[in-house]
């Protein structure tokens, strides 16, 4: 299998089917990225098409320093910061909802829950408080654990992602960790006991 960087350098010398396998390895995740991350009334398809196009276009000076990953990222990132910065309104992360009958991008669910629709409420319901959580963490925080725990993405990619060091990357990350199970406990999801 071609490694990402592999493909956009084939991408840059013309081969169109190179920049395919990435746009189809990645359009999912990116997707639910944009969708976490922008206002509720933002064009989520719109924004879409347009990352990509700055891929493409940016496709000339790409270089291998980083990831493909790290790079993708960062140009959805940073066209995201650009429409915050247009309304004057904070960037929104929002997890598991749906939007035109599309596949929710927030928490996977455990396969045998169709079964168990008790097992499906709870979840339903934890994922509610999760992300109601998620809105009351600090920003920084809330970035740095999403791109962790939903994209994956190793400290490392994060750090070159949003352009601070790794050791504040894993900072945001636990205090992120500490201030979800402090929301959580507040709203009764977790025992006032654990620690």
């Known amino acids: 299998m071609e490694t990402d960087e592999t493909l956009?350098?084939?991408?840059?010398k013309g081969d169109v089917r190179a920049f395919e396998v990435l746009f189809s390895r990645y359009q999912r995740e990116i997707y639910g990225y944009l969708y976490r991350n922008l206002a509720a009334d933002q064009n989520k398809d719109e924004a879409f098409q347009e990352v990509f196009y700055r891929v493409i276009r940016s496709a000339p000076t790409y270089t291998v320093t980083a990831g493909f990953a790290t790079w993708l990222y960062t140009i959805a990132r940073n066209y995201c910061i650009d429409l915050s910065r247009k309304r004057k309104l904070p960037?929104?992360?929002?997890?598991?909802?749906?939007?035109?009958?599309?596949e929710s991008d927030g928490i996977e669910t455990i396969p045998d829950l169709k079964t168990n629709p008790h097992k499906e409420m709870g979840l339903k319901s934890l994922n509610e408080k999760l992300e109601r959580a998620l809105t009351l963490i600090n920003p920084d925080q809330k970035e740095v654990f999403l791109l962790r725990e939903k994209q994956g993405l190793s400290f490392e990619d994060i750090a070159q992602i949003v352009g601070v060091s790794q050791n504040t990357v894993k900072s945001r990350m636990r205090y992120a960790a500490l201030a979800l199970r402090d929301e959580l406990k507040k709203m009764g999801v977790l025992d006032l006991e654990e620690s």
Do not use: F, I, P
């Open 8 to 12: 956009m350098l084939a991408y840059q």
């Open 91 to 102: 960037m929104q992360n929002r997890l598991d909802t749906k939007e035109s009958g599309a």
